[in-house]
């Protein structure tokens, strides 16, 4: 049926686990559910947006979204498929891991384990099935794994004139942008420049366009064929080097790495 026709089955019961796998390119605008949802992206990239941030999911990453946080989710490719168990939350409170939105690289062990959960697709999984203890153990294991958080965060706004300069960047990523070009192209001052960024975006100038090439550069890797020398002058990176180890700062994968799995 897929996941938007499925969003009121979430709920319905209330101590189950409900399994959904899904392989499409959608937006699912903004919901809530009861339960909290174990997501693991597989073959592309996902967005979450929360408030006035989004948050970028690359491909062999999971994340959790605890029970009741509004969120949109958009899934930008066709060939992705987002593998999602939503979970009971009587337990929740035995760890503070379920109450925080978190983006993870997924072991082999966890990725097994969601994989297995695709005979269960579109149903929910109760206490009284027998293999219950098979998801149970899968959301006991989550607050086990090593894994620090991954921090890529693009921050959103509805200013006109800050989409404008959004714009402006989004489309000139191969250039050597400063604060001092941006700020001319639009007639402001650096300093108004920088301020607007920090009141608007709540990040740098700097980060922000930073953050901006290194999604474009998960996109790239994900969907093209394109080499990694192309990619990283494409995304303004004059050295592979340089490009590599900014890439591995933000995602904790060597951009070749992100590739081969």
């Keep these: 049926m897929g996941l938007i026709a499925l969003l009121p089955e979430i709920d319905k019961l209330e101590e189950s686990a409900f399994v959904m796998h899904e392989k499409s ?19 592309g990239i996902a967005y979450i947006t929360i408030h006035d941030k989004t948050y970028v999911v690359p491909t062999r990453h999971y994340f959790w979204i605890p029970a009741q946080m509004p969120h949109i989710l958009r899934i930008g490719h066709s060939g992705t498929v987002l593998r999602s168990i939503y979970f009971y939350t009587e337990d929740d409170d035995v760890n503070a891991f379920y109450r925080k939105l978190g983006i993870y690289p997924a072991t082999e062990l966890l990725i097994q384990m969601i994989n297995h959960t695709e005979r269960w697709d579109e149903k929910h999984v109760v206490r009284s099935d027998y293999y ?6 899968i959301k006991k294991l989550l607050p086990q794994l090593d894994s620090d958080a991954l921090p ?3 921050p959103i ?22 604060l001092s070009d941006i700020s001319d192209r639009f007639y402001m001052s650096e300093r108004s420049m920088s301020r607007m960024f920090q009141t608007r975006l709540h990040i740098s100038f700097l ?28 995304v303004g990176y004059d050295t592979v080097g340089s490009f590599s180890n900014t890439f591995y700062a933000f995602t904790h994968s060597r951009p070749s790495d992100l590739r081969k799995k």
């Design 207 to 234: 980060q922000y366009f930073k953050t901006l090439r290194m999604i474009k550069a998960i996109e790239m890797l994900l969907r093209t064929n394109k080499s990694v020398t192309d990619i990283a002058f494409a």
């Design 152 to 154: 890529i965060i693009l």
């Design 132 to 137: 219950f203890d098979f998801l149970v153990s």
């Design 25 to 43: 390119e959608k937006l699912i605008p903004l919901h809530t559910h009861k339960k909290g949802q174990l997501g693991y992206v597989e073959g």
């Design 157 to 178: 706004t509805t200013d006109e004139r800050m989409l404008h300069i959004i714009a402006y960047l989004e489309e000139n990523l191969a250039e050597q942008i400063t």
